[in-house]
């Protein structure tokens, strides 16, 4: 028999898990509360003991996003490095199968930071700080390929090509721009450095 504790956090992480599904399909502002408390089973009170406000509840979700995002992302890349391509490589052959999956809509961190449209929302800075972090995951990956003083110079450049590939990928339901943006990295990595 599940403790009271087991199901209550049960019932917080089918919340979780129903409200993440719904924001990313259809966005934070448009999908109410009673939807949320309806599809994941759960009483009103329920939620309320979780989560003081639909705002919380949406910080909450942005975190559980980062850690399954991550996770996944992580596992594409693993697979791309096994087959043996270098970590730059990786990282734009598992973009490329991001774009690809299903039910794919874009980065919830971007969906999300553009309809919350006030910068100090917790949800909105929260997304800010995914970015950055995303960011520096691409940085460290530059450096590992061609050294520090490449990954100093291009780094943000190539942060706003991985950037614009998400976005075309949703506008233009292709995955092309995965491609796109690894050529045009490479090239930018092939030149000198220039002064950050």
């Not at 966005?27 to 989560?51: C, M, P, Q, W």
């Not at 999956?101 to 919350?116: K, Q, T, V």
Request: aromatic share 10%; glycine share 6%.
């Amino acid at each position: 028999m599940k403790s009271r504790g087991t199901k209550t956090s049960n019932a917080r992480q089918r919340i979780v898990e129903t409200a993440e599904r719904l924001f990313y399909s259809e966005g934070v502002r448009s999908v109410g509360i009673d939807r949320i408390i309806a599809e994941a089973e759960v009483a009103k009170t329920s939620l309320y003991n979780h989560f003081k406000s639909k705002d919380d509840l949406i910080l909450a979700v942005l975190q559980y996003r980062e850690e399954k995002f991550d996770a996944l992302f992580g596992r594409w890349m693993k697979r791309h490095a096994d087959a043996g391509m270098d970590g730059l490589s990786s990282f734009f052959a598992a973009l490329k199968d991001w774009f690809e999956s299903p039910g794919f809509r874009g980065c919830m961190f971007i969906n999300a930071h553009a309809e919350l449209a006030d910068p100090e929302h917790e949800g909105a800075k929260f997304a800010a700080r995914h970015k950055q972090r995303f960011h520096e995951r691409i940085k460290s990956l530059i450096a590992e390929s061609a050294g520090a003083e490449s990954a100093e110079s291009w780094s943000n450049c190539i942060a706003l090509l991985v950037e614009g590939a998400i976005v075309t990928a949703v506008m233009s339901q292709s995955s092309k721009s995965a491609d796109v943006a690894r050529d045009a990295a490479f090239s930018l990595i092939a030149k000198k450095p220039r002064n950050p």
